[in-house]
């Protein structure tokens, strides 16, 4: 249940199966450009819109914090991005983003995101990093809604652990929680990719069924190649 604090009403840890990574920064955080803001690791995540179980999960936990929530609200911030929609105007729609929900996330320097393997073994370091722009992920998030004077309206994702799932070179892309918290949901990858979830089901595994900005992100879609 999402709880409500003042200016902020924070909605619970959530899963999305089996999406893309997009601009990964999950070792070092990283300020704005200009110098300026604190640290924070980030994360995007592909949603294909296609994928009903996932899309209706994202919107139903964003309606938690935001009653009546749509994707044409005009916030100050949106972690929540149409990927059919130009970012700017006569700017062209990336190839990668065409049917997509694009999910922006971070998370702050002592709040780590929880990685892990397919096997579910944790990842410490970049020398035995699993994750690249274009795999494919099971990720741990959750969504907080600010309202206030100071903050404007704004609708900003955490990521709290991640999990590879698969992909190989062909698919390359051109938390303050408890480890236990933060990979809730997530089991062991074998080749016939196996999630075991909370609620529903979809091919024949169970599925249930993100941005105090961490810098200004390149154009989303610069650093993604089709497959």
Known sequence: MAKKDDDFTNGDPFNLFNVRLSYPNLYEPKKFKDGSGKPKFQATLLVPKSDKVSSDTLFAEAEKVIPGYNINMKLARHCILDGDEPRKINEPVAEELKGMWVVRLSAIESRPPVLMT????????????????????NARLSLTFMDSVAYSQMLNGTIN?????????????????SEEEATDGFTVVNNQVFVQGIDGAR???????????????PPIGQNLKTK
């Open 203 to 217: 091919e024949g595994r169970d599925a249930p069924v993100g941005d105090v900005n961490a810098g200004e992100a």
């Open 118 to 137: 397919a096997g579910l073994e944790r990842v410490l370091n970049k020398n035995n990093d699993p994750f690249f722009p274009g795999c494919y992920v």
């Open 161 to 177: 652990g991640l999990q590879f799932d698969h992909g190989t070179v062909d698919d390359k892309l051109t938390g303050g929680m």
